[in-house]
């Protein structure tokens, strides 16, 4: 099988086509991934974050958060103790981040 320039050329797009579903940045949340096109919005309630554009699941799962329940509009991910709730409500272009903050006696 010869390497030609048109196969380089397709893998090299192929990649290029897939790096916004691999790579995420910091959210407020710390050490929970966003989407590297999603923005930060200013909220009212200052323990829910609002972010648009969609969700990495994959950069969510490299960086050793996991699924745990998904019942409807609203996901929990766990890692270690901490527990990050993404609510995604049918018609917003946006979703929320809350993080479950567990009390200990």
């Known amino acids: 099988m010869k390497i030609t320039r048109g ?3 397709g ?3 192929l990649l290029l086509l ?3 579903c691999m790579a995420g940045k910091e959210s407020k949340v710390k050490d929970f991934p966003v989407s590297i096109f999603s923005s ?3 909220g009212d309630n200052l ?3 609002q972010y ?4 990495p699941d994959f950069a969510i799962w490299i960086n050793g958060w996991e699924k745990q329940r998904s019942e409807g509009e609203i ?3 766990k890692k270690g103790d901490r527990t990050v709730i993404v609510h995604h409500p049918s018609g917003d272009d946006g979703y929320y981040l809350h993080e479950e903050v567990e009390y200990t006696k």
Not at 52 to 55: D, L, S
């Open 7 to 9: 196969k380089v050329i």
């Open 11 to 13: 893998v090299v797009i």
């Open 18 to 20: 897939c790096i916004p």
């Open 40 to 42: 930060y919005v200013e």
């Open 47 to 49: 323990k829910e974050h």
């Open 52 to 55: 648009t554009a969609f969700v």
């Open 75 to 77: 996901t929990a991910y």
